[in-house]
């Protein structure tokens, strides 16, 4: 499975983003795919996810209320809003095809799109 992100870009806070990744590549199935992000000097951490089978969706409380993710077939957006500093990082998609911790466990990851939030 290869993974390829788009839409990092430079914003100013309070600005929206759309995130996109595309899935390619011999896909047997798909249990979940999530977005995390790695900010400068910091440990990567689990940003969303949705589960494949019914669209639910999990997400950190930093970005609750703020992020919304989707998916179309093969696919999975990531729609920030209310942008923060705070939420400058490099933002990786993943996917894991069989059932695991929808928070933490994922087999293929994405190289990453910059989102850089200025104040």
């Known amino acids: 499975v290869q993974l390829q992100a788009f839409g990092g870009g430079v914003l100013q806070a309070g600005g929206s983003l759309r995130l996109s990744c595309a899935a390619s590549?011999?896909?047997?199935?798909?249990?979940?795919m999530g977005w995390f992000r790695q900010a400068p000097g910091k440990e990567r951490e689990f940003v969303a996810a949705?589960?494949?089978?019914?669209?639910n969706t999990y997400y950190a409380d930093s970005v609750k209320g703020r992020f919304a993710i989707s998916r179309v077939p093969n696919t999975v957006f990531l729609q920030m809003n209310s942008l923060k500093p705070e939420d400058t990082a490099v933002y990786y998609c993943?996917?894991?095809?069989?059932?695991?911790?929808?928070?933490?466990?994922?087999?293929?990851w994405g190289p990453g799109t910059l989102v850089t939030v200025s104040s």
């Open positions: 590549g011999l896909i047997f199935s798909t249990y979940s």
């Open positions: 949705i589960r494949w089978s019914d669209a």
């Open positions: 993943a996917h894991r095809a069989l059932y695991g911790n929808i928070w933490t466990d994922y087999d293929y």
